[in-house]
């Protein structure tokens, strides 16, 4: 079924209140056969949703949004040693990493409570206290918008980067990803070496931690850091951690000794979060947006915001960061 003039705010977790022209929520590989043939014509204005997590919406949409809920999660393989399952893309990712983490099924417990959907996970390879969705992922299925061509796409087709993929480049706005298919171990090897995790673990009073105390202890540290989309909208990180020259990361050190960073393709890879704090702006309150109290990168609505105040706030942090330590900060939310 096709709506016409909907709000979108329920369907992104900042709360933007921008309209669609039409709307529809399919559940069926059918269905979305059928949508996409029914409106070939127009699939140019065409927007995939998943749980739109990872969006800011600056104005209203003029053509179809298609909210990809195709559900399940099914075997694919099975030994003594390992787990094959695949996933439709419109799970929501939380409930996937508990269904696994509940049958000892290990490698995605690092990645709990991340918001949104199974489908936009390997578009921007999702990855959280020391783990990215690539090390796990097998292949996807996913339909080509234009000539309803049904192709799988193996973990070297997708070309996962740091919060990319080809979905995000070069095969931008051209495949509804169906279903994620991903291998996990039933004999697992924890990894707990992102500090956070570790000190959580203490806190939690373990002292050998199975699968299920590492996802608790994750799910307590987003939990402590970041808002709930819920309660308060925002779209996780914002900003990517920028990836600089070797020589400007020594050359901001002189000045900031505690500046966190570590070696990244052949350059060295800082926290935008931190960058943002020391520029004054963590907590900052501006109108209706602000930058969250606990963690200066994920950027907030207090109510009533505009995708182009947010938007606006993100320019000015930018350019902010820029001015005083040189670094060109990137956008991790996509921006319509
Ligand atoms: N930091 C500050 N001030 C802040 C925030 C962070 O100084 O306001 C410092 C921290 O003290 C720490 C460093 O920055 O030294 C890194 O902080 P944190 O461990 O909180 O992680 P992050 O780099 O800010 C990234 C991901 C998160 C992911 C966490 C944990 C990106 C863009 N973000 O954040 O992912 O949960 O690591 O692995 O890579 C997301 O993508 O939406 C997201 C939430």
Same mark, same amino acid.
């Given at each position: 079924m096709i709506l016409n003039n909907v709000s979108l705010r329920p369907f992104n977790t900042f709360g933007i209140d921008v309209m669609a022209k039409a709307l529809t929520q399919v559940t069926t590989e059918d269905e979305l056969r059928e949508v996409l043939e029914h409106n070939r014509k127009t699939t140019d204005d065409l927007l995939i949703l998943g749980g739109g997590s990872n969006i800011l919406f600056t104005r209203n949409m003029n053509g179809l949004v298609l909210v990809n809920q195709l559900g399940g999660i099914s075997i694919v393989r099975e030994d003594t040693d390992s787990v094959t399952i695949r996933a439709g893309a419109g799970v929501v990712w939380h409930e996937l990493v508990m269904h696994c983490v509940v049958l000892g099924w290990?490698?995605?417990?690092?990645?709990?409570?991340?918001?949104?959907?199974?489908?936009?996970?390997?578009?921007?390879?999702?990855?959280?206290?020391?783990?990215?969705?690539?090390?796990?992922?097998?292949?996807?299925?996913?339909?080509?918008?234009?000539?309803?061509?049904?192709?799988?796409?193996?973990?070297?087709?997708?070309?996962?980067?740091?919060?990319?993929?080809?979905?995000?480049?070069?095969?931008?706005?051209?495949?509804?990803?169906?279903?994620?298919?991903?291998?996990?171990?039933?004999?697992?090897?924890?990894?707990?070496?992102?500090?956070?995790?570790?000190?959580?673990?203490? #806190?939690?009073?373990?002292?050998?931690?199975? &699968? %299920? !105390?590492?996802? *608790?202890?994750?799910?307590?540290?987003?939990? $402590?850091?970041?808002?709930?989309?819920?309660?308060?909208?925002?779209?996780?990180?914002?900003? #990517?951690?920028?990836?600089?020259?070797?020589? &400007? %990361? !020594?050359?901001? *050190?002189?000045?900031?000794?505690?500046?966190? $960073?570590y070696p990244a393709n052949g350059g060295m890879k800082l926290a935008a979060g931190w960058l943002i704090e020391k520029c004054g702006w963590k907590g900052k309150v501006v109108g209706n947006t602000g930058s969250h109290r606990n963690q200066a990168l994920v950027l907030v609505n207090y109510g009533h915001a505009t995708g182009a105040e947010i938007f606006q706030l993100s320019e000015d942090i930018m350019h902010s960061v820029q001015d005083t330590f040189g670094v060109e900060l990137e956008r991790e939310v996509n921006v319509y």
């Open positions: 290990g490698g995605i417990e690092n990645l709990s409570l991340i918001p949104g959907r199974v489908g936009a996970a390997p578009m921007q390879n999702i990855g959280a206290y020391g783990v990215e969705l690539r090390e796990v992922f097998t292949e996807l299925e996913a339909l080509h918008i234009y000539s309803g061509e049904l192709r799988r796409f193996t973990n070297e087709d997708c070309q996962f980067g740091y919060r990319e993929s080809v979905f995000k480049r070069n095969l931008h706005g051209q495949y509804i990803i169906i279903s994620v298919t991903i291998t996990l171990s039933k004999h697992p090897k924890l990894n707990i070496s992102y500090g956070a995790i570790g000190e959580e673990l203490e #806190k939690m009073g373990v002292g050998r931690p199975a &699968l %299920a !105390d590492v996802s *608790r202890a994750v799910i307590n540290i987003r939990k $402590s850091k970041l808002p709930d989309p819920a309660v308060l909208g925002n779209a996780g990180s914002f900003f #990517k951690n920028p990836t600089v020259s070797k020589d &400007l %990361a !020594d050359h901001i *050190r002189q000045s900031h000794p505690d500046l966190p $960073s």
